[in-house]
């Protein structure tokens, strides 16, 4: 894996072997950073990174002058590396070894960005739940943006909140935002 763009641009990462993930694309997270490149100043930004895997999307944001990141995933090897990375990076990333679920359920905060990752096989109820957990928690920022990979065999433009989808080969970012004042006077 790459770091697309910002202070680390180019430098290439290598992740051990052992660790159950499945990255996401060069070209996916460069059009999904293009996107959300239009809509925030990274510098500014609170980020949620859930499913986190290898980190690959954390050290995006972190390479982008992100000051708060925090990257959960429930796989200990994947929240070593992670750490490993960012103190080698010198990046502001909290790793949490965690359930993703237990730890929506339990944690307090706001986040202008949450980018969620599961793996693509999980039911699609647990796809639902994950989103609707993370607006009954009020965990996003009013003006924030949630961002959920999932397969294209994944179906979310039902749920509330539901704003726009982009794919990419067999990938589908799916974005999640509260209406602006605008659209909710319509």
């Not at 202008?112 to 109820?125: H, L, N, R, S």
Request: proline share 4%.
């Amino acid at each position: 894996m790459r770091i697309i763009s910002g202070k680390y641009k180019g430098r290439r990462l290598v992740a051990p072997k052992n660790l159950p993930v499945r990255p996401t694309t060069d070209m996916s997270k460069e059009s999904l950073f293009n996107i959300l490149n239009n809509h925030f100043h990274f510098s500014d930004l609170k980020v949620l990174d859930l499913f986190s895997g290898t980190g690959n999307i954390s050290y995006e944001f972190g390479s982008r002058g992100c000051p708060e990141i925090i990257s959960v995933d429930a796989d200990f090897g994947c929240v070593n590396y992670i750490k490993k990375t960012a103190n080698e990076l010198d990046l502001n990333i909290t790793a949490i070894k965690s359930d993703v679920f237990k730890f929506l359920e339990r944690h307090r905060g706001s986040y202008d960005v949450i980018f969620a990752d599961p793996p693509y096989d999980m039911a699609e109820k647990d796809f639902h739940r994950l989103v609707e957990l993370i607006f009954e928690q009020d965990l996003l920022d009013e003006q924030g943006v949630l961002v959920v990979e999932h397969s294209k065999n994944t179906k979310m433009e039902q749920l509330e909140f539901f704003s726009y989808d982009r794919n990419y080969g067999a990938s589908v970012f799916t974005f999640f935002e509260y209406p602006s004042e605008e659209e909710e006077e319509e």
